[in-house]
């Protein structure tokens, strides 16, 4: 379970509603209910429907979803430079607050931390960038574990071929990063998961 799951699983999205600034209000946390999206502003009909069983709630008028890592995101305006959620900060928060912890959250948060100094361009030492290799390579190892069996064996070659690709991608040369990224990118798509 990763720490998303957790906190999917011991935070629920009605516990937010009730402390988010302004609150969410709800009529009942036992069955699907509507609510007015806290988002795209002041409906005339609730436009949002809360589903307790996944813990998430659905707003047809943006055709978005939030779960609670998401939801504390947005709601707080936590956003990256490039306009995308800032996650991170989001379960960095929720886990504080929540205390939950599990021990693949330390690796994400190097993980974050790691790819914003490089989008930074700061300067990345090379146990660095060999951390960011074992980051991203983990990052597609969940993603393999997450696959049904018969899929894994769908892609097994590519995922054989990734790897190899992998222990070749040289972290002493100019283009380091590029190939990194690259290299990435290509494992999804190898791996048929969205693309990025």
């Known amino acids: 379970m990763n720490i998303i799951e957790r906190i999917n699983e011991e935070v629920s ?10 609150p969410v209000k709800y009529l009942t946390k036992v069955k699907p209910s509507q609510i007015s999206c806290p988002f795209h502003g002041q409906d ?8 307790p069983d996944t813990n998430s709630f659905r707003c047809f008028f943006c055709s978005k979803s939030w779960n609670p890592v998401s939801f ?12 995308k959620l800032d996650i991170g900060r989001a ?12 021990s693949t959250f330390d690796w994400q948060k190097k993980f974050y931390a790691l790819k914003k100094k490089d989008e930074d361009s700061k300067v990345i030492s090379s146990v660095e960038r060999r951390d960011l290799r ?10 393999i574990d997450n696959l049904t069996k018969e899929n894994r064996g769908i892609v097994r070659d590519n995922v ?25 990118k290509c494992a999804k798509i190898k791996l048929n998961v969205e693309q990025v």
Not at 72 to 82: C, G, I, L, Y
């Open 13 to 22: 999205i009605y516990d937010l509603f009730d402390i988010a600034d302004p």
């Open 44 to 51: 005339n009909r609730p436009s949002a429907r809360v589903y």
């Open 72 to 83: 504390w995101a947005e709601d707080n305006q936590w956003f990256r430079d490039d306009d």
């Open 91 to 102: 379960i960095e928060d929720l886990s504080s607050r929540y205390n939950i912890t599990i």
């Open 134 to 143: 074992t980051y991203y390579a983990w990052e597609i190892s969940n993603i």
């Open 160 to 184: 054989l071929e990734l790897w190899k690709d992998l222990d070749n991608t040289d972290l002493n040369i100019d283009s380091w990063e590029s190939n990194l990224k690259n290299w990435y």
